[in-house]
C-alpha cells in the first residue's frame, strides 16, 4: 500500500469553469466502479472516447458541442489528436482527484495514477510498485495484456517526452490552465 498525498494544485480550482461539470461528471462515472478492474476499464473507455471526439475536425466538435463551445474541452486550439495528449492527464487527475482514494493497493489503479497530471498521483503509483518487485511485475503484465490502456500509453507517450523535456520550467504542454 502507498499513500496518495494531495495534490498541490487541483484540476478543479484551475480549469475553467465551463469544464469542471465534465470534469465531476467523469469522476462520477469511474467511482460507480466497485473495484479497480471495472474502473480501469471505464477510464479507459472514457478517455478513449475522447481521443476519438477530439480526432474529429474542429468543425464537427463545435457542432457536437454547441457552436463556439470548443474551449470547454480543455481550451485548447481545435488541432486535433495533440489536444487529446495534452489534456489527458488533466482529465486522469480530476477523475483520481474525485474519487479522493488515500492509498494504491493494486497494478489497475496504479496503472491509471500513472496517466495523471499530479506529480502525487504519479509519485504514488511508482511507490507502490517498488514496494515489491511482483507488484512492478503486475503493473507491467496489465500494460501488457490491457488493450484499451496500451492504446492510452501510445497516446501519452509524445506528452510525457514533452514534460519530461520541459521539467526546468515552470509552464509544460500539460499545464491545467
Not at 469544464?19 to 476499464?41: E, I, Q, T, Y
Amino acid at each position: 500500500m502507498a499513500t496518495i498525498a494531495t495534490p498541490a494544485r487541483s484540476v478543479f480550482e484551475t480549469s475553467p469553469e465551463k469544464l469542471r461539470p465534465f470534469l465531476h461528471s467523469l469522476a462520477g462515472r469511474v467511482s460507480d466502479g466497485a473495484n479497480w478492474m471495472v474502473r480501469k476499464k471505464t477510464v479507459c473507455d472514457l478517455l478513449l472516447g475522447l481521443d476519438a471526439f477530439f480526432a474529429l475536425p474542429a468543425e464537427e466538435r463545435r457542432a457536437l458541442m454547441g457552436a463556439g463551445d470548443d474551449a470547454a474541452h480543455g481550451g485548447q486550439d481545435g488541432t486535433g489528436p495533440e489536444d487529446f495528449r495534452n489534456v489527458l492527464p488533466l482529465y486522469v487527475g480530476a477523475i483520481l482527484e474525485g474519487l479522493q482514494e488515500k492509498a494504491v493497493t493494486g497494478p489497475e489503479q496504479a496503472a491509471i495514477y500513472m496517466l495523471s497530471i499530479h506529480p502525487e498521483h504519479q509519485m504514488a503509483a511508482e511507490e507502490w510498485m517498488l514496494a515489491d518487485p511482483r507488484n512492478g511485475k503486475a503493473v507491467r503484465r496489465m500494460m501488457r495484456s490491457d488493450r484499451r490502456y496500451r492504446q492510452l500509453m501510445e497516446r501519452m507517450a509524445d506528452h510525457w517526452k514533452k514534460a519530461r523535456a520541459g521539467q526546468g520550467s515552470s509552464e509544460t504542454a500539460s499545464s491545467p490552465r
